[in-house]
């Protein structure tokens, strides 16, 4: 079977006008169906010849063999692709006006309809045009209660107070005295569908004549790489299908059954984080540096011609390749505002969207600084999985850039973002070269496939964290699973 999400590799081929017309101004619906037009075309039968031009056609007349019978492959993929994407985008944008404006005044004391307008005029808010009207993305709240001091002073319910920095600023003191820190961890993770998503799967199963739903799912694990060492596999809800090698790009477990009542796949698991500080101007770099991770990588790391002169004007009159990446981290840490995003699965060309648009999250900003370093000539490569800390993980992705003779260091755009939004310049400093002890890493590569691949579109195509969940070959994405993470242990190694 073909896995549907190769097609995002074409995905730059981009729409005939009117679907893209059509897209911009969200009438999905009529875009979906011109595309599904597109895909049914049999180009033989309208490829320009006597019965397209509504005439006989010669006696002893035969039709010379199309190249392209059923179009152009690229362009299909694209097609399948956008179409999905169509289909997803009224669940990513949901708000109105109205409805964004009583939702902020839920949460935020004094809030008004003009202060509203102030800040979508500011750009503060995601948003998009979903069947001609203006609607604002899901997380719009949360974006601006976390970027904006105002607003979160005037919360009605205030956030728990935490000692996060405190606790940042005494590790990197740690870091820069003795060299490196580490903590053992261990975190148990799980995924289910939602008893909706099953009930309706099951209904389907049985209008077919099957009496069970075939269901995967698959978990992030812990990867093997340089910051990971002592990991084990404590226990799992149930065998799995199969476990992918310590070394995979996207590292997961993944189970199969067919299922006549809802359950939850789960993983148990530990690991020691050890993170290395380094400081990428602390020494000289050599003359000569390696090519390895400098192409582009389609959809998303795409040497356009505005990332092209971003990189010249950044990195204009430097040589060495550890002041270019500096300028690179300063460019997307000083300047990107951080906005909670809708599914990746919905972007285009992330890299240039967030450059021009100068907003993104963690794995946007992260994505960008990697596509600026490998115009530039610098390797950097993608990592993700969870930020870690004492009773809480989350989803967190950042990126990793060579300079020898030093090797592999980190650079945590998102982070670095949020501590020049604190005034913090110490913090800044410290995520360009090395990270904390708060992590799990289960990818070391952006867009990878799965070990066994899913073959239906995935939630996130590009990144694997919380997990993904087909049922009878059809992938499962935003309430259709739930998903949880739970630290069971967090100590520092003395």
Same mark, same amino acid.
């Given at each position: 079977?073909?896995?549907?999400?190769?097609?995002?590799?074409?995905?730059?081929?981009?729409?005939?006008?009117?679907?893209?017309?059509?897209?911009?101004?969200?009438?999905?619906?009529?875009?979906?169906?011109?595309?599904?037009?597109?895909?049914?075309?049999?180009?033989?039968?309208?490829?320009?010849?006597?019965?397209?031009?509504?005439?006989?056609?010669?006696?002893?007349?035969?039709?010379?063999?199309?190249?392209?019978?059923?179009?152009?492959?690229?362009?299909?993929?694209?097609?399948?692709?956008?179409?999905?994407?169509?289909?997803?985008?009224?669940?990513?944008?949901?708000?109105?006006?109205?409805?964004?404006?009583?939702?902020?005044?839920?949460?935020?004391?004094?809030?008004?309809?003009?202060?509203?307008?102030?800040?979508?005029?500011?750009?503060?808010?995601?948003?998009?045009?979903?069947?001609?009207?203006?609607?604002?993305?899901?997380?719009?709240?949360?974006?601006?209660?976390?970027?904006?001091?105002?607003?979160?002073?005037?919360?009605? /319910?205030?956030?728990?107070?935490?000692?996060?920095?405190?606790?940042?600023?005494?590790?990197?003191?740690?870091?820069?005295?003795?060299? #490196?820190?580490?903590?053992?961890?261990?975190?148990?993770? #799980?995924?289910?569908?939602?008893?909706?998503?099953?009930?309706?799967?099951?209904?389907?199963?049985?209008?077919?004549?099957?009496?069970?739903?075939?269901?995967?799912?698959?978990?992030?694990?812990?990867?093997?790489?340089?910051?990971?060492?002592?990991?084990?596999?404590?226990?799992? /809800?149930?065998?799995?299908?199969?476990?992918?090698?310590?070394?995979?790009?996207?590292?997961? +477990?993944?189970? *199969?059954?067919?299922? /006549?009542?809802?359950?939850?796949?789960?993983?148990?698991?530990?690991?020691?984080?050890?993170?290395?500080?380094?400081?990428?101007? #602390?020494?000289?770099?050599?003359?000569?540096?390696?090519?390895?991770?400098?192409?582009?990588?389609?959809?998303?790391?795409?040497?356009?011609?505005?990332?092209?002169?971003?990189?010249?004007?950044? /990195?204009?009159?430097?040589?060495?390749?550890?002041?270019?990446?500096?300028?690179?981290?300063?460019?997307?840490?000083?300047?990107?505002?951080?906005?909670?995003?809708?599914?990746?699965?919905?972007?285009?060309?992330?890299?240039?969207?967030?450059?021009? #648009?100068?907003?993104?999250?963690?794995?946007?900003?992260?994505?960008?600084?990697?596509?600026?370093?490998?115009?530039?000539?610098?390797?950097?490569?993608?990592?993700?999985?969870?930020?870690?800390?004492?009773?809480?993980?989350?989803?967190?992705?950042?990126?990793?850039?060579? +300079?020898?003779?030093?090797?592999?260091?980190?650079?945590?755009?998102?982070?670095?973002?949020?501590?020049?939004?604190?005034?913090?310049?110490?913090?800044?400093?410290?995520?360009?070269?090395?990270?904390?002890?708060?992590?799990?890493?289960?990818?070391?590569?952006?867009?990878?496939?799965?070990?066994?691949?899913?073959?239906?579109?995935?939630?996130?195509?590009?990144?694997?964290?919380?997990?993904?969940? *087909?049922?009878?070959?059809?992938?499962?994405?935003?309430?259709?699973? +739930?998903?949880?993470?739970?630290?069971?242990?967090?100590?520092?190694? *003395?």
């Amino acid at each position: 079977m073909y896995d549907l999400n190769e097609c995002i590799r074409s995905l730059n081929v981009g729409l005939p006008d009117d679907i893209a017309r059509l897209k911009a101004a969200g009438y999905y619906q009529e875009a979906i169906a011109r595309i599904d037009r597109l895909l049914a075309e049999d180009w033989t039968k309208t490829q320009n010849g006597p019965a397209s031009n509504g005439i006989a056609p010669p006696e002893g007349y035969v039709p010379p063999e199309n190249p392209t019978p059923h179009g152009v492959d690229a362009l299909r993929e694209a097609l399948t692709v956008q179409k999905e994407i169509m289909r997803r985008l009224p669940g990513e944008y949901c708000w109105t006006e109205a409805e964004a404006i009583a939702r902020m005044q839920e949460r935020v004391k004094d809030f008004t309809a003009e202060e509203f307008k102030k800040l979508d005029w500011e750009g503060r808010m995601d948003w998009r045009f979903v069947e001609g009207e203006k609607r604002y993305q899901a997380r719009f709240a949360e974006t601006l209660l976390a970027t904006h001091a105002d607003l979160a002073a005037r919360k009605l /319910t205030p956030d728990a107070p935490n000692n996060k920095n405190q606790e940042r600023h005494r590790l990197h003191e740690k870091m820069e005295r003795e060299g #490196s820190a580490s903590a053992d961890i261990t975190l148990r993770t #799980s995924i289910r569908m939602s008893d909706e998503a099953f009930a309706a799967a099951l209904e389907k199963a049985r209008a077919e004549g099957r009496d069970a739903v075939h269901v995967r799912a698959w978990l992030a694990l812990p990867a093997a790489c340089p910051s990971q060492s002592h990991i084990t596999l404590d226990r799992f /809800t149930e065998t799995p299908a199969h476990i992918a090698a310590e070394d995979a790009p996207q590292r997961t +477990v993944c189970w *199969e059954a067919d299922l /006549t009542e809802n359950r939850t796949f789960g993983a148990e698991y530990s690991y020691r984080e050890t993170t290395v500080y380094a400081d990428p101007l #602390s020494f000289t770099p050599d003359p000569e540096q390696p090519d390895l991770y400098t192409g582009e990588e389609a959809p998303h790391i795409v040497f356009t011609p505005y990332l092209r002169a971003l990189a010249a004007q950044l /990195t204009e009159g430097i040589t060495s390749p550890a002041e270019k990446a500096k300028r690179i981290y300063d460019y997307v840490t000083l300047n990107v505002r951080y906005h909670f995003q809708p599914s990746y699965f919905v972007h285009e060309s992330i890299a240039e969207n967030c450059a021009r #648009s100068r907003r993104g999250d963690c794995g946007i900003m992260a994505l960008t600084f990697i596509t600026l370093c490998r115009i530039a000539g610098i390797p950097a490569r993608w990592e993700s999985g969870f930020a870690v800390a004492p009773g809480d993980a989350g989803c967190h992705d950042w990126a990793r850039f060579y +300079v020898a003779p030093k090797g592999w260091m980190y650079a945590d755009c998102s982070y670095g973002a949020s501590m020049a939004r604190r005034g913090d310049e110490v913090l800044r400093r410290h995520y360009f070269g090395s990270l904390d002890t708060g992590r799990m890493v289960a990818n070391s590569a952006f867009e990878a496939p799965f070990d066994p691949p899913m073959l239906g579109f995935r939630s996130d195509p590009y990144d694997n964290q919380s997990g993904e969940m *087909e049922a009878d070959g059809v992938g499962l994405y935003g309430d259709d699973t +739930v998903t949880t993470k739970e630290v069971l242990k967090f100590e520092e190694v *003395e």
